[in-house]
């Protein structure tokens, strides 16, 4: 017997996801359409929503549905610090701490050659670009303490400090392979006050 066409295009759809190989799809497949059909619509809506809405902030690079985000649209913070991390949930376990008055700039991923993402696939240009307003005066660098987030703050580092920017790197009370996310607030603000010049 063969498997109807459109159950075969959701298995496939379904494998865009990180992680999900042919035989989770389909379980997922069959979940949504024979467990959850409400569930399966108000995902369809919500994917085809988002992407319809969604769009990369101007100055940080975060998802907004605006042209610049709420963030960057607060005159208040400090237009002298510039905070670089690496995905939008580091961007809010940050701003968490309370610790940091600055702005942001969401790289939207890592350096990971083995992946093949390259300095393009994460927005090099549009940081530097950021970082050179004329008005930031140093860079933290706050990208995860795995190999991937170390290489990618090293290599950033390079790249600001020949534009002559002050460069910085939170500390490392964090533990080593740690992922901001899932570290408390009051061990990330002490990163942050413990920063240290790159
Ligand atoms: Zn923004």
């Known amino acids: 017997m063969k498997t109807p066409s459109s159950l075969n295009h959701l298995v496939d759809a379904l494998r865009v996801l990180p992680g999900v190989g042919p035989k989770s799809a389909q379980r997922m497949a069959y979940h949504l359409l024979q467990r959850d059909q409400p569930g399966a619509a108000a995902l369809a809506h919500a994917l085809a929503d988002a992407l319809a809405r969604l769009q990369h902030c101007q100055r940080c690079n975060t998802f907004t549905e605006q042209d610049l985000c709420e963030l960057c649209s607060d005159p208040s913070r400090d237009a002298h610090q510039l905070c670089v991390v690496e995905m939008p949930a580091d961007l809010l ?4 701490t309370l610790a940091f008055k600055g702005y942001y700039f969401v790289l939207m991923g890592r350096l990971s050659p083995l992946d093949g993402i390259g300095p393009s696939d994460i927005h090099f240009d549009k940081l530097l670009a950021r970082a050179q307003d004329g008005i930031v005066e140093e860079v933290i660098l706050s990208t995860n303490f795995t190999v991937e987030g170390e290489a990618t703050a090293h290599y950033l580092a390079e790249l ?16 080593s392979g740690g992922e901001l ?17 790159l």
């Open 93 to 96: 376990r940050m701003e968490q």
């Open 160 to 175: 600001l400090r020949a534009q002559g920017l002050k460069v910085s790197r939170i500390a490392r009370g964090l533990p």
């Open 181 to 197: 996310e899932h570290v408390d607030s009051s061990t990330l603000a002490q990163a942050l006050i413990e920063r240290r010049s």
